[in-house]
């Protein structure tokens, strides 16, 4: 169509100038800062090379926080899509006080992470929060919530999986609400019972929508920090410490800028790489069952 | 032709991989009304995109006289166009929908109050100036779309299949005003795009028949309805579309299928033997006479009745006058007037023979 | 079996709304305590279990002593978020109605691939950026200030408004772009006078996730701000530390959560007539 080219970049050129300004320029200095020593003592651009790189490979704790993150992230995410999809199963076809349940479900994804985080951690102390009260009702021992690896990653994924829930039932609702009639017909004319039904008929007719969701959270739960840092600061020691955090820890409080960019370009490439690879695979396990 | 007439030449389409328009190369009045007419994506809507400027061709050459149109942008064309669905501006209501074109090229006030009050006048949108399109039935938001490509003096006026998605009443009724408003005035073209023969036969003028994006035939309305150039123009420009049947001249007489054999009539007496495909339209079938075949579907449609019959390898529809419902299954006995046969080329769908021409009753005044 | 049914089904909606708002009745009920209330152990019921008084909230308004200055905050933080969010909606829905109206061509990038850049940002996480912003807002001298952090939000919140309004923009009819350039309106006419007054819905949604995400976003506010500058949830996470006025922090975090709340009724309001297709995508 004649006369579109200078207009066609008036739309599009500021917004892509200016992401393109704010995002690109400071990754490519990243990159470049990653091959120098700057550090508190000396800062500023040498070249060192890739010594950094060399350095971040026996970084034990780099990859500790690693596999720490994927542990976290893989199992609130999954624990966050089968409650969403059973709490959407659940209000899916009820037609009281759906927009109720509605509302309080979306509320924990809409509030502050940190803000609510600095709630659950007043929540979980050990001796004045009401989680070891309610527990010594119950007749049980208190439990040292935040001061044991163990509890305090349960910890970070229960907060995790209050605000993150209410997405996948977001979502999962939405899919569940735009399914087509007939196959569930077909399915009570058959006389199958609601298990069957569901594994038959809603399960498979969700999986797109169930790919979608999952691989966002995803995306989002390997950037988990904000949390860990206002509720265990990754402790106790670094139980819980997760890659984002470390990075953070050694760029902007030991200021070892140079290595914390080559520790941020590994963890990101390293994160690309992976959430890709997931992305694909389940895709291709869409295309397998012809969803 | 005028100095202004439109002229494309060898114009090409290609969108996403899949060739819309192919090699089009038609001439236009500068004024007066022009039909395309061709099935479903037969290339008709890209066609009059290109004339809006709203698409550009691959290649070839829109000119108006010795002005380059493809050189000049959609905004600043003097194009009305209406769309098969209703396109209206949905948040303003019917006066402001109709007046939009006007504030834009800057008319004074009054000039626009006149205007309004004359093309409102006109398609009977009174009443509902005030109203949003979404308040408004199917046939008065199309009304609306009309108004508001009519209101401004365009060079060029486009309607793409616009009664398609109205109900039949109401498309037979603005069938007939179309015609007295496509003639209020005179220094335009108006190029109506539709699947419908009829609506090209009332509004007269230049008819262009369209197959997958290329020209079949272009010409006045009566001559491309008396001597379609190929099988796909005697299909498109005839409803029923013309029934084809293929059969072979032997020994003094057509044979069709199904035994069927018919005396060869005056017209066809200088073609040699061997295969033709036959064409005859469906009102040029009787009811009643020597041949049978079983009816597969009988409708009726307006005045007259449509008869599906059963041949093998085919299907042969006979228009009747008057209504005269049958049940299906019925044998149904019919006669063809051979002196109305068609006759084209058994591989290349070209005409060779024609009928004499005749006025017809019922189809407009042909 | 099918009243047992019901009733499994009613008690687990029951539990799971529990413990949604668990966390905000803790807060409301911390928020009227005092440091007794607080170092006697969890308690739950005003005037049964410990005697309610209005300290927290009045130290938060600024009378009284030991308050704490959330209004401050409170002020930068909505300055920054809808300053961000407004330039993020106009540049980002500019693009998303030129992705989604134009080809663009550019070697081997095409639509797809610049679409794609613009949402992809989302990935990025936000440690990777911390520090070079760090020292490029340093190298301006725009660290602890209102500008620097907005530049720095419309980065984060752009890529939202992309994403919500091409998928917006897609379900709009194109014929009504082409009638308005044929009623003689120019692209950005056409995009001003018609496309913009019919986008409310895209517009409403995309402007509600980048003022969520904004308002919600801590790290760069921490990281690129000391002092001078604080936004709403810096302020809440100092009064974090080992001597914690508990009530204070729930009064001011109830304060910094209130709009969000307000805006899920909002959201919710939204996906009840229908619209929910955009999220869903």
């Given at each position: 169509m004649y006369g579109l080219t200078r207009y066609k970049l008036l739309f599009l050129l500021p917004g892509l100038l200016i992401l393109l300004g704010i995002i690109l320029f400071p990754l490519g200095f990243t990159i470049r800062v990653s091959f120098s020593g700057w550090d508190a003592a000396r800062p500023g651009l040498d070249w060192i090379g890739g010594t950094n790189y060399s350095r971040l490979f026996a970084d034990g704790r780099f990859w500790e926080s690693l596999s720490r993150l994927g542990a976290i992230a893989f199992t609130s995410v999954i624990l966050e899509y089968l409650l969403g999809f059973a709490l959407a199963l659940l209000v899916w076809?009820?037609?009281?006080?759906r927009r109720l349940t509605r509302v309080l479900f979306l509320i924990p994804m809409m509030t502050t992470p940190v803000v609510m985080a600095v709630i659950w951690r007043t929540i979980f102390?050990?001796?004045?929060?009401p989680a070891n009260d309610l527990l010594s009702l119950l007749g049980m021992g208190s439990i040292p919530w935040l001061t044991n690896s163990f509890w305090a990653t349960v910890v970070v994924i229960l907060v995790d999986v209050w605000q993150w829930t209410p997405f996948m039932f977001l979502l999962l609702l939405a899919g569940l609400l735009s399914l087509p009639r007939e196959p569930f017909l077909a399915a009570a004319i058959d006389g199958a019972g609601p298990i069957r039904t569901f594994f038959n008929v809603t399960f498979p007719a969700m999986a797109p929508i169930s790919v979608g969701a999952l691989i966002i959270r995803l995306i989002e739960a390997s950037k988990i920090m904000e949390t860990v840092y206002v509720i265990t600061s990754g402790g106790?020691?670094?139980?819980?410490?997760t890659s984002s955090y470390y990075i953070f820890i050694r760029g902007l409080?030991?200021?070892?800028i140079g290595y914390a960019a080559a520790l941020s370009v590994t963890y990101l490439v390293i994160m690309i790489v992976l959430l890709t690879i997931i992305a694909k695979s389940l895709s291709r396990y869409l295309v397998k069952n012809g969803a | 032709m005028s100095k202004k007439h439109y002229a494309m030449r060898n114009l090409n389409v290609a969108l996403g991989g899949e060739i819309?328009?192919?090699?089009i190369n038609i001439d236009l009045p500068q004024s007066g009304v022009v039909t395309i007419i061709g099935?479903?994506?037969?290339?008709k809507t890209t066609l009059l995109k290109v004339m809006a400027g709203l698409q550009g061709p691959q290649s070839g050459a829109f000119t108006q006289g010795e002005t380059?149109?493809?050189?000049?942008?959609a905004w600043k064309r003097k194009v009305g166009m209406v769309y098969q669905?209703?396109?209206?501006?949905?948040?303003?209501?019917v006066r402001q929908n109709i007046s939009f074109p006007l504030k834009r090229a800057k008319f004074s006030e009054a000039d626009i109050a006149r205007k309004l009050t004359y093309v409102t006048g006109l398609l009977g949108l009174e009443d509902y100036l005030?109203?949003?399109?979404?308040?408004?039935?199917g046939g008065q938001q199309q009304r609306v779309a009309l108004a508001r490509s009519l209101v401004k003096e365009t060079d060029l006026l486009l309607l793409d299949e616009?009664?398609?998605?109205?109900d039949y009443k109401l498309r037979e009724q603005l069938r007939e005003e179309f015609r007295r408003i496509f003639s209020q005035s005179a220094d335009r073209l108006v190029v109506y795009a539709t699947t419908d023969p009829a609506e090209a036969m009332i509004l007269h003028g230049q008819v262009i028949i369209m197959h997958e994006g290329r020209v079949v035939q272009s010409g006045d309305y009566r001559d491309v309805y008396h001597f379609p150039a190929n099988v796909i123009a005697a299909e498109v420009y005839n409803d029923p579309p013309m029934n084809l049947l293929s059969g072979e001249i032997e020994a003094g007489q057509i044979h069709l299928a199904d035994g069927l054999k018919l005396e060869i009539p005056a017209h066809l007496k200088k073609l040699e033997a061997g295969t033709y495909v036959f064409g005859i339209r469906a009102m040029d079938i009787e009811v009643g006479g020597k041949s049978k075949a079983t009816l597969a579907l009988a409708e009726v449609n307006g005045s007259s009745t449509i008869y599906h019959l059963n041949l093998t390898g085919s299907s042969l529809v006979i228009e009747r006058e008057g209504v005269h419902p049958l049940a299906v299954g019925t044998p149904v006995a019919f006669s063809l007037d051979t002196s109305r046969l068609y006759v084209f080329h058994?591989?290349?769908?070209?005409?060779?023979v024609f009928p004499a021409r005749k006025s017809v009753s019922g189809q407009g005044d042909i | 079996m099918r009243n047992l049914l019901r009733l499994i089904k009613f008690a687990a909606i029951l539990i799971w709304s529990a413990f949604v708002v668990a966390p905000f009745l803790w807060a409301l009920t911390t928020s009227f305590k005092t440091a007794n209330g607080v170092t006697s152990g969890a308690t739950y019921i005003p005037f049964v279990d410990y005697q309610p008084s209005l300290g927290a909230w009045k130290g938060l308004f600024g009378s009284?002593?030991?308050?704490?200055?959330?209004m401050g905050p409170f002020v930068n933080s909505a300055v920054v978020t809808l300053s961000a969010s407004l330039i993020s909606l106009i540049l980002g829905t500019l693009a998303a109605y030129g992705l989604s109206r134009f080809t663009y061509k550019a070697g081997p990038v095409g639509n797809a691939d610049l679409t794609f850049f613009f949402i992809s940002?989302?990935?990025?996480?936000p440690v990777v950026l911390a520090i070079p912003f760090f020292l490029m807002l340093g190298l301006f001298g725009l660290l602890d200030t209102i500008f620097g952090l907005v530049i720095v939000y419309i980065a984060l919140l752009m890529p939202i408004a992309v994403w919500v309004m091409v998928d917006f923009f897609n379900q709009v009819p194109r014929e009504l772009d082409e009638t308005a350039m044929i009623d003689g309106c120019n692209p950005v006419e056409t995009f001003w006078r018609v496309i913009l007054p019919n986008s409310k819905p895209g517009l409403v949604v995309a402007g509600i996730f980048c003022v969520v995400f904004g308002w919600n976003d801590f790290f760069f506010a921490f990281t690129l701000?000391?002092?001078?500058?604080?936004l709403l949830p810096v302020a809440i996470v100092s009064l974090n530390?080992?001597?914690?006025?508990w009530w204070s922090l729930s009064a001011s975090a109830l304060i910094s959560v209130a709009p969000l709340i307000l805006v899920a009724f909002l959201v919710e309001r939204y996906l009840d007539k229908g619209n929910i297709a955009g999220g869903g995508k």
């Amino acid at each position: 169509m004649y006369g579109l080219t200078r207009y066609k970049l008036l739309f599009l050129l500021p917004g892509l100038l200016i992401l393109l300004g704010i995002i690109l320029f400071p990754l490519g200095f990243t990159i470049r800062v990653s091959f120098s020593g700057w550090d508190a003592a000396r800062p500023g651009l040498d070249w060192i090379g890739g010594t950094n790189y060399s350095r971040l490979f026996a970084d034990g704790r780099f990859w500790e926080s690693l596999s720490r993150l994927g542990a976290i992230a893989f199992t609130s995410v999954i624990l966050e899509y089968l409650l969403g999809f059973a709490l959407a199963l659940l209000v899916w076809r009820q037609v009281r006080f759906r927009r109720l349940t509605r509302v309080l479900f979306l509320i924990p994804m809409m509030t502050t992470p940190v803000v609510m985080a600095v709630i659950w951690r007043t929540i979980f102390h050990e001796s004045l929060g009401p989680a070891n009260d309610l527990l010594s009702l119950l007749g049980m021992g208190s439990i040292p919530w935040l001061t044991n690896s163990f509890w305090a990653t349960v910890v970070v994924i229960l907060v995790d999986v209050w605000q993150w829930t209410p997405f996948m039932f977001l979502l999962l609702l939405a899919g569940l609400l735009s399914l087509p009639r007939e196959p569930f017909l077909a399915a009570a004319i058959d006389g199958a019972g609601p298990i069957r039904t569901f594994f038959n008929v809603t399960f498979p007719a969700m999986a797109p929508i169930s790919v979608g969701a999952l691989i966002i959270r995803l995306i989002e739960a390997s950037k988990i920090m904000e949390t860990v840092y206002v509720i265990t600061s990754g402790g106790p020691g670094t139980s819980t410490e997760t890659s984002s955090y470390y990075i953070f820890i050694r760029g902007l409080r030991d200021f070892q800028i140079g290595y914390a960019a080559a520790l941020s370009v590994t963890y990101l490439v390293i994160m690309i790489v992976l959430l890709t690879i997931i992305a694909k695979s389940l895709s291709r396990y869409l295309v397998k069952n012809g969803a | 032709m005028s100095k202004k007439h439109y002229a494309m030449r060898n114009l090409n389409v290609a969108l996403g991989g899949e060739i819309h328009l192919q090699n089009i190369n038609i001439d236009l009045p500068q004024s007066g009304v022009v039909t395309i007419i061709g099935r479903t994506l037969a290339g008709k809507t890209t066609l009059l995109k290109v004339m809006a400027g709203l698409q550009g061709p691959q290649s070839g050459a829109f000119t108006q006289g010795e002005t380059d149109l493809l050189k000049i942008p959609a905004w600043k064309r003097k194009v009305g166009m209406v769309y098969q669905q209703f396109v209206n501006y949905p948040h303003l209501d019917v006066r402001q929908n109709i007046s939009f074109p006007l504030k834009r090229a800057k008319f004074s006030e009054a000039d626009i109050a006149r205007k309004l009050t004359y093309v409102t006048g006109l398609l009977g949108l009174e009443d509902y100036l005030d109203r949003r399109p979404a308040e408004l039935s199917g046939g008065q938001q199309q009304r609306v779309a009309l108004a508001r490509s009519l209101v401004k003096e365009t060079d060029l006026l486009l309607l793409d299949e616009p009664l398609v998605n109205l109900d039949y009443k109401l498309r037979e009724q603005l069938r007939e005003e179309f015609r007295r408003i496509f003639s209020q005035s005179a220094d335009r073209l108006v190029v109506y795009a539709t699947t419908d023969p009829a609506e090209a036969m009332i509004l007269h003028g230049q008819v262009i028949i369209m197959h997958e994006g290329r020209v079949v035939q272009s010409g006045d309305y009566r001559d491309v309805y008396h001597f379609p150039a190929n099988v796909i123009a005697a299909e498109v420009y005839n409803d029923p579309p013309m029934n084809l049947l293929s059969g072979e001249i032997e020994a003094g007489q057509i044979h069709l299928a199904d035994g069927l054999k018919l005396e060869i009539p005056a017209h066809l007496k200088k073609l040699e033997a061997g295969t033709y495909v036959f064409g005859i339209r469906a009102m040029d079938i009787e009811v009643g006479g020597k041949s049978k075949a079983t009816l597969a579907l009988a409708e009726v449609n307006g005045s007259s009745t449509i008869y599906h019959l059963n041949l093998t390898g085919s299907s042969l529809v006979i228009e009747r006058e008057g209504v005269h419902p049958l049940a299906v299954g019925t044998p149904v006995a019919f006669s063809l007037d051979t002196s109305r046969l068609y006759v084209f080329h058994a591989l290349s769908g070209d005409a060779l023979v024609f009928p004499a021409r005749k006025s017809v009753s019922g189809q407009g005044d042909i | 079996m099918r009243n047992l049914l019901r009733l499994i089904k009613f008690a687990a909606i029951l539990i799971w709304s529990a413990f949604v708002v668990a966390p905000f009745l803790w807060a409301l009920t911390t928020s009227f305590k005092t440091a007794n209330g607080v170092t006697s152990g969890a308690t739950y019921i005003p005037f049964v279990d410990y005697q309610p008084s209005l300290g927290a909230w009045k130290g938060l308004f600024g009378s009284g002593g030991g308050s704490i200055d959330i209004m401050g905050p409170f002020v930068n933080s909505a300055v920054v978020t809808l300053s961000a969010s407004l330039i993020s909606l106009i540049l980002g829905t500019l693009a998303a109605y030129g992705l989604s109206r134009f080809t663009y061509k550019a070697g081997p990038v095409g639509n797809a691939d610049l679409t794609f850049f613009f949402i992809s940002q989302r990935i990025m996480p936000p440690v990777v950026l911390a520090i070079p912003f760090f020292l490029m807002l340093g190298l301006f001298g725009l660290l602890d200030t209102i500008f620097g952090l907005v530049i720095v939000y419309i980065a984060l919140l752009m890529p939202i408004a992309v994403w919500v309004m091409v998928d917006f923009f897609n379900q709009v009819p194109r014929e009504l772009d082409e009638t308005a350039m044929i009623d003689g309106c120019n692209p950005v006419e056409t995009f001003w006078r018609v496309i913009l007054p019919n986008s409310k819905p895209g517009l409403v949604v995309a402007g509600i996730f980048c003022v969520v995400f904004g308002w919600n976003d801590f790290f760069f506010a921490f990281t690129l701000t000391f002092t001078k500058t604080q936004l709403l949830p810096v302020a809440i996470v100092s009064l974090n530390s080992s001597v914690t006025p508990w009530w204070s922090l729930s009064a001011s975090a109830l304060i910094s959560v209130a709009p969000l709340i307000l805006v899920a009724f909002l959201v919710e309001r939204y996906l009840d007539k229908g619209n929910i297709a955009g999220g869903g995508k």
